[in-house]
């Protein structure tokens, strides 16, 4: 009887976790009419990744005027859904079973593996090298050629939005977590020699973005009051920059991305406006020569500069730090969205996937910056596009497809039946939790390109 009694309450306490992680997912941000519970770019921003209540879908990027579905899962409603670059494997969480992460190669319809946790899975991070799985108050790190955990951090400060972010160089591996629930340490750990590296006091709010650039050497924060963005030196903690998103209102940060060559920063939040940040070393201003008919401004100026040793630091702060760069006005606010800096025919791009079902790409200038001009938007649920006068068209220097942006039926193939399905994975051993021994020999990929080898690039 009494272990009749144990049984049903640690059943209750799996219960009460596992309602409190789908709504701790299904309440950050996401708009119910549109399906979709989870938006995110895979790691070299060329593909998108949809996870809603019908399954999930994989898109390519590598055009503007045409969104072109690759794949398409309408088995069960998908919360998590993350590609590993350009190749088959994808990590899919699924809200009905939200500790369970699965591990499939998307192409042949078959399951790898999956895992059980003892908790809501909040987020899952790959590279070409591990496998991350984030929950509240731990963090798995994986081998991402045979999946076996290689290591577990426990007793994490409580990370209930399981904020963390990995690098997707595999030579500089880190992991980046909150280190304190109560201000912006963030702890960065070496996921391939598996120990802490450093830890670096970053704000003094709690931690709400990071994000690494594409290299691994720098890593960029915001704090929950969303007023100030800063970028660190990996190695050693050191601030490179410090960015002010804006100085009237608190916001929610959802998005803290670099471009792929590591020139520019993209912040999202939840109001309308998308920031972009340029990482570049303030230029020396020249000295002039002193003019009585300089004005108001020249005598301010000039103050600011004489006084800037004995003002608080608060304010010769303000007065240093970075502005945008260029910034996008949104369609909405209030809702979860991620963004991209990324090339698409030959042009920057700035990406924002939303939860209210669009993706729109913007131009941005490189040069003068300025508003970001809205080139294009895509539906993200599978429904057909309507061209409405209030959709932009392309630019001229863009070259597209059709004007309806109707996806193709031959771009979206179906999964294999279930009982294929289920047959072909036998051959591959399910662990029924997150400690056990994955199989023999691990797996490969039939065709090597579907996991290319790491290629060095330098910011």
């Not at 119910?32 to 070299?44: E, H, K, L, T, Y």
């Not at 939840?270 to 920031?275: A, D, K, L, Q, R």
């Not at 649920?381 to 039926?409: I, M, R, V, W, Y």
């Not at 591959?428 to 290319?452: I, N, Q, V, Y």
């Given at each position: 009887?009494?272990?009749?009694?144990?049984?049903?309450?640690?059943?209750?306490?799996g219960?009460?976790?596992?309602i409190?992680?789908?709504?701790?997912?299904?309440?950050?941000?996401?708009?119910?009419?549109?399906?979709?519970?989870?938006?995110?770019?895979?790691?070299?921003?060329?593909?998108?990744?949809?996870?809603?209540?019908?399954g999930?879908?994989?898109?390519?990027?590598?055009?503007?005027?045409?969104?072109?579905?690759?794949?398409?899962?309408?088995?069960?409603?998908?919360?998590?859904?993350?590609?590993?670059?350009?190749s088959?494997?994808?990590?899919v969480?699924?809200?009905?079973?939200?500790?369970k992460?699965?591990?499939?190669?998307?192409?042949?319809?078959?399951?790898?593996?999956?895992?059980?946790?003892?908790?809501?899975?909040?987020?899952?991070?790959?590279?070409?090298a591990?496998?991350?799985?984030?929950?509240?108050?731990?963090?798995?790190?994986?081998?991402?050629?045979?999946?076996?955990?290689?290591?577990?951090?426990?007793?994490?400060?409580?990370?209930?939005?399981?904020?963390?972010?990995?690098?997707?160089?595999?030579?500089?591996?880190?992991?980046?977590?909150?280190g304190?629930?109560?201000?912006?340490?963030?702890?960065?750990?070496?996921a391939?020699?598996?120990?802490?590296?450093?830890?670096?006091?970053?704000?003094?709010?709690?931690?709400?973005?990071?994000?690494?650039?594409?290299?691994?050497?720098?890593?960029?924060?915001?704090?929950?009051?969303?007023?100030?963005?800063?970028?660190?030196?990996?190695?050693?903690?050191?601030?490179?920059?410090?960015?002010?998103?804006?100085?009237?209102?608190?916001?929610?940060?959802?998005?803290?991305?670099?471009?792929?060559?590591?020139?520019?920063?993209?912040?999202?939040?939840?109001?309308?406006?998308?920031?972009?940040?340029?990482?570049?070393?303030?230029?020396?201003?020249?000295?002039?020569?002193?003019?009585?008919?300089?004005?108001?401004?020249?005598?301010?100026?000039?103050?600011?500069?004489?006084?800037?040793?004995?003002?608080?630091?608060?304010?010769?702060?303000?007065?240093?730090?970075?502005?945008?760069f260029?910034?996008?006005?949104?369609?909405?606010?209030?809702?979860?969205?991620?963004?991209?800096?990324?090339?698409?025919?030959?042009?920057?791009?700035?990406?924002?996937?939303?939860?209210?079902?669009?993706?729109?790409?913007?131009?941005?200038?490189?040069?003068?910056?300025?508003?970001?001009?809205l080139?294009?938007?895509?539906?993200?649920?599978?429904?057909?596009?309507?061209?409405?006068?209030?959709?932009?068209?392309?630019?001229?220097?863009?070259?597209?497809?059709?004007?309806?942006?109707?996806?193709?039926?031959?771009?979206?193939?179906?999964?294999?039946?279930?009982?294929?399905?289920?047959?072909?994975?036998?051959?591959?051993?399910?662990?029924?939790?997150?400690?056990?021994?994955?199989?023999?020999?691990?797996?490969?990929?039939?065709?090597?390109?579907?996991?290319?080898?790491?290629?060095?690039?330098?910011?």
């Amino acid at each position: 009887m009494q272990n009749f009694a144990r049984n049903v309450d640690v059943l209750t306490q799996g219960l009460k976790a596992g309602i409190s992680g789908l709504m701790n997912l299904a309440s950050q941000g996401s708009d119910p009419a549109s399906g979709v519970f989870f938006v995110n770019f895979n790691q070299d921003c060329t593909s998108l990744a949809v996870g809603t209540k019908t399954g999930y879908r994989l898109f390519s990027l590598n055009s503007v005027d045409y969104l072109e579905q690759i794949y398409e899962n309408d088995t069960e409603d998908i919360c998590i859904v993350e590609r590993l670059f350009s190749s088959s494997l994808v990590a899919v969480v699924s809200l009905l079973s939200p500790r369970k992460l699965k591990v499939c190669h998307f192409k042949k319809g078959t399951e790898i593996c999956n895992y059980s946790y003892s908790n809501t899975i909040l987020a899952v991070k790959l590279n070409r090298a591990r496998l991350v799985v984030c929950l509240e108050e731990s963090l798995y790190i994986h081998n991402i050629r045979d999946m076996r955990v290689l290591h577990t951090i426990r007793d994490t400060p409580p990370n209930p939005t399981g904020l963390c972010t990995l690098s997707i160089n595999s030579d500089h591996c880190y992991l980046a977590y909150p280190g304190s629930n109560t201000i912006g340490e963030v702890q960065i750990f070496d996921a391939i020699n598996l120990h802490a590296k450093t830890m670096i006091p970053a704000h003094d709010s709690p931690l709400a973005a990071l994000g690494f650039s594409p290299s691994g050497t720098k890593v960029a924060t915001a704090s929950e009051k969303g007023t100030v963005i800063r970028v660190f030196l990996v190695h050693d903690g050191t601030k490179l920059f410090e960015f002010r998103r804006g100085v009237k209102r608190c916001v929610s940060i959802s998005s803290l991305v670099f471009s792929m060559d590591a020139n520019f920063l993209c912040c999202s939040s939840n109001t309308e406006t998308v920031h972009v940040f340029k990482l570049e070393e303030p230029k020396e201003a020249p000295r002039q020569v002193p003019d009585e008919n300089q004005g108001w401004i020249g005598y301010f100026t000039k103050a600011v500069s004489a006084s800037a040793n004995y003002l608080p630091s608060q304010v010769t702060d303000v007065f240093n730090q970075g502005r945008a760069f260029a910034t996008v006005h949104l369609p909405f606010q209030g809702l979860r969205n991620v963004c991209a800096i990324t090339v698409i025919q030959k042009v920057l791009r700035l990406l924002v996937a939303s939860a209210d079902g669009y993706l729109y790409i913007y131009n941005l200038d490189t040069t003068e910056g300025g508003d970001c001009t809205l080139v294009k938007q895509h539906r993200l649920d599978g429904k057909p596009e309507q061209q409405s006068e209030s959709q932009p068209t392309s630019s001229g220097n863009d070259h597209g497809a059709t004007a309806a942006n109707a996806l193709p039926s031959h771009s979206s193939p179906k999964p294999v039946s279930s009982s294929a399905a289920s047959a072909e994975s036998e051959k591959f051993h399910e662990m029924a939790t997150a400690t056990e021994s994955p199989p023999k020999g691990g797996f490969r990929f039939d065709d090597d390109s579907e996991f290319p080898p790491v290629t060095q690039k330098t910011e």
